[in-house]
């Protein structure tokens, strides 16, 4: 089984480029709201609270973090801080009477237009094509540059 760093490691291979790496910056964490933004949607029929119903975007973040957990527990608390993040953004779309659903797949598209932008610029092919799991560290592969800028260790 690979170790956290292996994953990091490997991911960064591919991630070289200046352009590529500040497109990430911006496309990973959108197109993973975008992801919990649709999820958010499928309610599950379940109150948590009278104004907040579970949703698939909480059982699969909650699933997403436990993956995390298994390799980093340090950042999985930062991939768990962010997923609350994206979930309270989810929520306050829905609220707004915008549809979430809308808003979720014009961000999903447009970033991953800029993901394969970046990488024509790298000249190297997105890692998930090697491996899909890569779809899961990428997030975690910014969240190790926070955590190095904060002097913490993962």
Excluded at 29 to 44: A, D, N
Excluded at 64 to 86: D, K, Q, T
Aim: net charge positive; with cysteine; charged share 10%.
């Amino acid at each position: 089984m690979k170790s956290m760093q292996d994953w990091l490691t490997e991911y960064g291979e591919s991630h070289q480029n200046p352009t590529n790496k500040m497109v990430h910056w911006i496309c990973v964490p959108t197109i993973f709201f975008s992801i919990v933004g649709l999820f958010y949607g499928i309610k599950l029929g379940i109150s948590i609270t009278p104004t907040l119903q579970l949703n698939l975007a909480m059982v699969l973040l909650t699933l997403a973090v436990l993956y995390y957990f298994r390799l980093s527990p340090a950042l999985a608390i930062g991939m768990l801080l962010f997923s609350m993040i994206c979930l309270l953004i989810a929520q306050q779309i829905e609220t707004s009477g915008v549809p979430l659903w809308q808003v979720c797949i014009t961000l999903f598209v447009l970033a991953w237009i800029g993901q394969f932008w970046g990488h024509k610029v790298e000249g190297k092919k997105p890692s998930f094509f090697k491996d899909l799991q890569f779809l899961m560290i990428g997030p975690a592969w910014l969240m190790s540059f926070v955590y190095r800028k904060l002097g913490l260790g993962y």
